[in-house]
Antibody, heavy 118, light 112 residues
């Protein structure tokens, strides 16, 4: 069983950046494929992107390319998502998730609400 | 991108009665390993989604055996043999065959 604990809600102005963290417990982060999914009332669930810590480059949904960066600190088992050039449409709940063998999302974090508002 | 559609979007159900949810993809989800890369998730009120069915028909650990998944190619079905109160929530299908991973809009199951 993998537990994912995310950082708290954030409020940002348009054009700003945000970092969301995801602490992994009960499993080494280095053996996981960490991805991010966001949820909005209008668009539902959207895959943002992610990467496998054992190798292979990051993958991104096209609309986030150039604006999102995924990093991980294996010494603290914490994954990060940085999203820049925020706009109001980025207001969403962001989930960190583990993708098992590219087949299924087996664990979800509790979600982090990011609000973008002037 | 593979487009996922679901029907119905709202499904009122009577406890003890069966329920059937449909999911369709714009392309076949058959992987060359013989499995369909189609998963089902349920999001109960106030919670994160959780896996119930993966690879089209395999029940996830902890998912009740009254829930089953079937289908092939582009057409998939999730069935609940006898609906219980805890089955209330939004059921999403998701394809993991290719990136971008995409989700259906969800079917909201409510108890009558």
């Amino acid at each position: 069983q993998v537990h994912l604990i995310q950082s708290g809600a954030e409020v940002r102005k348009p054009g700003a950046s945000v970092r969301v963290s995801c602490k992994v417990s009960d499993y080494p982060l280095s053996e996981l494929s960490m991805h991010w999914v966001r949820q909005t009332p209008g668009k539902g669930l959207e895959w943002v992107g992610g990467f496998a810590l054992q190798g292979g480059g990051p993958e991104y949904a096209q609309e986030f390319q150039g604006r999102v960066t995924f990093t991980a600190d294996t010494s603290t088992d914490t994954a990060y998502m940085d999203l820049s050039s925020l706009r109001s449409e980025d207001t969403a709940v962001y989930y960190c998730v583990t993708l098992r063998q590219q087949q299924m999302i087996d664990f979800w974090g509790q979600g982090t609400l990011v609000t973008v508002s002037s | 991108d593979i487009v996922m559609t679901q029907s119905p979007l709202n499904l009122p159900v009577t406890p003890g009665e069966p329920a059937s949810l449909s999911c369709r993809s714009s392309q076949s989800l058959l992987h060359n390993n013989g499995f369909h890369y189609l998963d089902w998730y349920v999001q109960r009120p106030g919670q994160s989604p959780q896996i119930v069915i993966y690879l089209g028909s395999l029940r996830a650990s902890g998912a009740p055996d009254r829930i089953s998944g079937s289908g092939s190619g582009t057409d998939f079905t999730l069935k609940i043999s006898r609906v219980e109160a805890e089955d209330v929530g939004i059921y999403y299908c998701m394809q993991a065959l290719q990136t971008p991973i995409t989700f259906g809009p969800g079917t909201k199951v409510v108890v009558k």
